[in-house]
């Protein structure tokens, strides 16, 4: 819950800071100018992952998401996994067509309505976050998988031009808290149901002794253990992603001020700075959510049961 409100504070912070500044719209030209510009490796990538996030891919995943479920007959995750997806995706609509409103404040800045935050961005990282909750131990492997291509969408929106770079860190921002949200909201469940589960299994052994079939002992709550390589894999994108949100930190502080709009050298460095920003950021969420567990309901064995 504390991560949840964190991403929101940083969010309301963001649009503060991007949309009502003219600091901020600035660095935000700034940095949109050198992702126009920039024809490296990483503009290239980028624009093709933002060249998947369609509706009807988004579809595709939502469905293996759905589908992944069902097979794994968790049907407890439908109801979090569709409010994270509406949640985020509608949070977004309001911010940008209801809250949010930008003016120019300044020279140089472009003239277009409020895009903040970026759908295109919302989209693409909810969609992965449900495949990977859905996935169970799969979610190892998808985990990374997932991050590298959420980031590279977030940053092809900058590469194609439809997005300005706030928009996309806000839109990472924001499935964030309401991933955080709802891991929260499962747990504090789960701990109900533990509570509950652990005062039946005391009557339900009373019944045993008396005679019940031992198939009538209620599920009990147990905090799963996390997995060497579930734990590896966190770590390792926990350290990727605190390096680059550093990197990126560094790279946009150490920009020599006023900013000059039109310098190449600014605009490709805040520009690969941005992009570290929004990798790292990526990388450091997927980290915690492999690392933030709930209990999972199961039946007692039988050798464990009481004849």
């Given at each position: 819950?504390?991560?949840?409100?964190?991403?929101?504070?940083?969010?309301?912070?963001?649009?503060?800071?991007?949309v009502?500044?003219?600091?901020?719209?600035?660095?935000?030209?700034?940095?949109f100018?050198?992702?126009?510009a920039?024809?490296?490796?990483?503009?290239?990538?980028?624009?093709?992952?933002?060249?998947t996030?369609?509706?009807?891919v988004?579809?595709?995943?939502?469905?293996?998401?759905?589908?992944?479920?069902?097979?794994?007959?968790?049907?407890s995750?439908?109801?979090?996994?569709?409010?994270?997806?509406?949640?985020?995706?509608?949070?977004t609509?309001?911010?940008?067509?209801l809250?949010?409103?930008?003016?120019v404040?300044?020279?140089?800045?472009?003239?277009?309505?409020?895009?903040?935050?970026?759908?295109?961005?919302?989209?693409?990282?909810?969609s992965?976050?449900?495949?990977?909750l859905?996935?169970?131990?799969?979610?190892?492997?998808?985990?990374?998988?997932?991050?590298?291509?959420?980031?590279?969408?977030?940053?092809?929106?900058?590469?194609?031009?439809?997005?300005?770079?706030?928009?996309?860190?806000?839109?990472?921002v924001?499935?964030?808290?309401?991933?955080?949200?709802?891991?929260?909201?499962?747990?504090?469940?789960s701990?109900?149901?533990?509570?509950?589960?652990?005062?039946?299994?005391?009557?339900?052994?009373?019944?045993?002794?008396?005679?019940?079939?031992?198939?009538?002992?209620?599920?009990?709550?147990?905090?799963?253990?996390?997995?060497?390589?579930?734990?590896?894999?966190?770590?390792?994108l926990?350290?990727?992603?605190?390096?680059?949100?550093?990197l990126g930190?560094a790279?946009?502080?150490?920009?020599?001020?006023p900013?000059?709009?039109?310098?190449?050298?600014?605009?490709?460095?805040?520009?690969?700075?941005?992009?570290?920003?929004?990798?790292?950021g990526?990388?450091?969420?997927?980290?915690?959510?492999?690392?933030?567990?709930?209990?999972?309901?199961?039946?007692?064995?039988?050798?464990?049961r009481?004849?």
């Amino acid at each position: 819950m504390l991560a949840a409100a964190v991403c929101a504070a940083i969010t309301a912070l963001l649009a503060q800071a991007s949309v009502n500044t003219a600091k901020g719209q600035r660095l935000d030209q700034l940095i949109f100018s050198g992702a126009q510009a920039d024809d490296g490796a990483l503009t290239r990538y980028a624009e093709v992952a933002v060249g998947t996030v369609s509706v009807p891919v988004m579809a595709v995943l939502l469905g293996i998401a759905l589908v992944l479920v069902l097979v794994r007959r968790e049907f407890s995750l439908l109801l979090p996994l569709a409010l994270l997806v509406a949640g985020a995706n509608l949070t977004t609509q309001v911010l940008k067509h209801l809250v949010v409103v930008r003016d120019v404040l300044g020279p140089g800045i472009d003239i277009t309505p409020n895009s903040f935050p970026s759908g295109h961005t919302t989209l693409a990282a909810a969609s992965m976050v449900a495949v990977v909750l859905a996935s169970g131990r799969a979610k190892v492997l998808l985990a990374p998988i997932g991050a590298l291509w959420a980031a590279a969408a977030g940053i092809g929106t900058l590469v194609v031009g439809w997005h300005r770079p706030s928009d996309a860190i806000g839109a990472i921002v924001i499935v964030a808290a309401w991933t955080f949200l709802v891991l929260a909201l499962d747990a504090l469940g789960s701990r109900r149901r533990f509570a509950r589960a652990q005062a039946l299994a005391g009557t339900g052994r009373g019944r045993r002794r008396l005679g019940a079939p031992a198939s009538d002992a209620p599920a009990v709550l147990t905090p799963p253990r996390t997995g060497a390589a579930t734990t590896a894999v966190a770590v390792l994108l926990g350290v990727v992603g605190l390096g680059a949100l550093a990197l990126g930190a560094a790279g946009i502080v150490g920009l020599q001020l006023p900013l000059d709009l039109q310098d190449p050298a600014q605009q490709s460095t805040s520009f690969l700075a941005t992009a570290a920003l929004i990798a790292g950021g990526t990388a450091s969420w997927m980290a915690l959510v492999l690392i933030l567990r709930t209990p999972t309901s199961h039946r007692s064995r039988a050798a464990e049961r009481v004849p």
